[in-house]
């Protein structure tokens, strides 16, 4: 291979002039090149090459440094080069994170609720119980709220669903609805759509039945009723009924969230719990031709809802057993049905009906509720003496007024139907003679059976069927006349109220 003038001159300078020697010689055979120790000049050559290139190396390093502009501008190439790996790494372990933290919310979400919207979030991620309050009830202990959702039969995403506070939003999971009030005016009633009801209901059934309301509580108590909160008043010379105001809407979430918790369960279940047995009360807005349901005020107990009696009851119970101490030191009896408190007494304990007031007025204002001024009531020897509408005078008895007027009722619907007639202020007049036939049963069971069968024989008419069908659909009006009594008429399973003057038990809607 033949070598031109350049690539000699390239090759010295890449080592030495003594090495380019060295290497032709030994190319060309007049060095050998298999030997086991090579002779002390090559040796030499070769580290002279070897010192040769360090020094160009350093040469070269001192010319790059004494140019101080080209040296800041390597050192700053370097360090952007650095930055930019640095911040490729920084973004792809951030990347990494996110994907891992989105992956471990998703599955978060799906086995745990962690946000029920504003306000009631807070205590979710607190779900340690109280293991020895649950076992002191004898109530169900729920780990979280995946096993809530177990034990309630449904899935998390639909425990989730019903729970959620919105305060806005297009749909509602209660239907409301206007009925008249006796002392005038509407009352707004909440009747929970199917799924929350049922919930509501489970509730009920596994969490606050169990627990054991006051014995002077009488109202929605398996195995008590009007008649059974009525008995202790009978034959009495003082009767004072005293009623609670706006007693559902008084009661707020987050008081049924502290009975909950009270109760042994954990911050976030007892959140749950709360939230399905409490609503706000809403505007309906149409904007864009779309409905939107707006709160308007902060959660409470629902008129409405299976649960709201029960829930007070237990947290009446504190005011129950202070009510019972008080009527046992001035010699009175107490019982209370829902918001319907009723003190009586016979003999000089009558006489103390005013130092009894005075205390009632505090400790009701200490637990948090309000006396409704129009409907304390105080009936003395002489008066007629009515709890939640049973006259108890002398026993248990019924206002024979109202009685007479109901069979003078039902006489006429046999005589000429049902057009023009009405019963109390209920819209529909089957439902409203039925409710007072039942409140009748309740305290004269023989009287009241009778009145069922005349009512029902009624009914079996074909042409009051045919009216009744009519109403029931809309297809007939009822007209109200004005001779037509107001009575007592005895819903299944009502939720008390708070507003109606004077009102009976019957009238808890």
């Known amino acids: 291979m033949s070598l031109t003038r350049q690539l000699l001159y390239d090759r010295i300078r890449a080592s030495s002039k003594e090495e380019l020697i060295l290497q032709e010689m ?20 070769q580290q002279e090459t070897e010192v040769r290139r360090q020094l ?3 040469i070269n390093e001192r010319q790059k440094y004494r140019n ?6 390597d050192m700053r190439k370097a360090r952007m080069a650095k930055a930019k790996l640095k911040r490729e790494e920084t973004k792809q372990r951030r990347e990494t994170a996110r994907k891992e933290r989105a992956a471990a919310w998703a599955i978060t979400k799906d086995q745990q609720i962690v946000y029920l919207g504003e306000e009631v979030s807070a ?15 004898g109530l169900p202990v729920f780990a979280d709220a995946n096993a809530l959702a177990t034990a309630m039969g449904i899935t998390l995403g639909k ?26 005016g509407s009352r707004t009633i909440s009747a929970p759509m199917p799924q929350l009801k049922a919930a509501q209901h489970w509730i009920l059934e596994n969490i606050l039945y169990k627990i054991k309301n006051d014995v002077a509580a009488h109202g929605f108590v398996p195995g008590k009723s009007i008649v059974t909160n009525a008995a202790p008043h009978t034959g009495q010379d003082i009767v004072i009924n005293i009623d609670l105001r706006d007693f559902f809407p008084s009661i707020a979430y987050k008081r049924v969230k502290g009975l909950f918790c009270k109760l042994g369960y954990a ?32 959660r409470h107990l629902p008129q409405g809802a299976p649960t709201s009696p029960a829930i007070t009851n237990l947290i009446c119970f504190k005011l129950d057993r202070r009510f019972t101490g008080l009527a046992e030191k001035y010699g009175y009896a107490y019982t209370r049905y829902a918001d319907d408190m009723t003190f009586s007494a016979k003999g000089p304990a009558a006489d103390k009906a005013g130092q009894l007031l005075r205390a009632v007025k505090m400790f009701v204002k200490e637990e948090g509720f309000t006396i409704h001024p129009d ?5 003395r020897k002489g008066d007629k003496h009515e709890v939640t509408g049973i006259v108890v005078n002398e026993k248990l008895s019924l206002d024979r007024t109202t009685l007479r007027k109901f069979r003078a009722l039902l006489h006429q619907v046999e005589k000429t139907g049902l057009a023009n007639k009405s019963w109390g202020k209920g819209k529909n007049i089957i439902s409203s003679m039925e409710g007072y036939a039942n409140f009748v049963y309740m305290v004269k069971p023989e009287l009241g059976a009778k009145l069922k069968a005349t009512l029902a024989a009624l009914l079996q008419r074909p042409d009051i069927k045919s009216e009744a069908r009519g109403l029931w659909t809309g297809e007939v009006k009822e007209k109200k006349v004005s001779d037509t009594p107001v009575a007592p008429t005895a819903p299944v399973n009502p939720p008390p109220s708070s507003a109606s003057s004077e009102k009976p038990w019957w009238d808890v809607l």
């Not at 409907?375 to 009936?379: C, D, P, Q, T, Y």
């Open 26 to 45: 030994t190319r060309l055979g007049f060095w050998a090149e298999n030997l086991a120790q090579p002779s002390p000049a090559a040796s030499l050559i």
């Open 56 to 58: 160009n190396d350093l």
């Open 68 to 73: 101080k502009r080209m040296m800041l501008e």
């Open 123 to 137: 205590g979710l991620n607190k779900v340690v119980p109280d293991l020895v309050q649950l076992q002191k009830f």
């Open 159 to 184: 425990l989730r669903y019903l729970s959620f506070n919105r305060k806005v939003g297009h749909h509602t999971h209660y239907q409301r609805f206007q009925i008249p009030k006796k002392s005038g």
């Open 267 to 298: 911050e976030q279940v007892a959140t749950i719990l709360a939230l399905i047995c409490t609503e706000p009360e809403v505007d309906e807005i149409l904007l864009d031709g779309r409905k939107y349901y707006v709160a308007k005020t902060a």
């Open 375 to 379: 409907k304390l009531k105080v009936m």
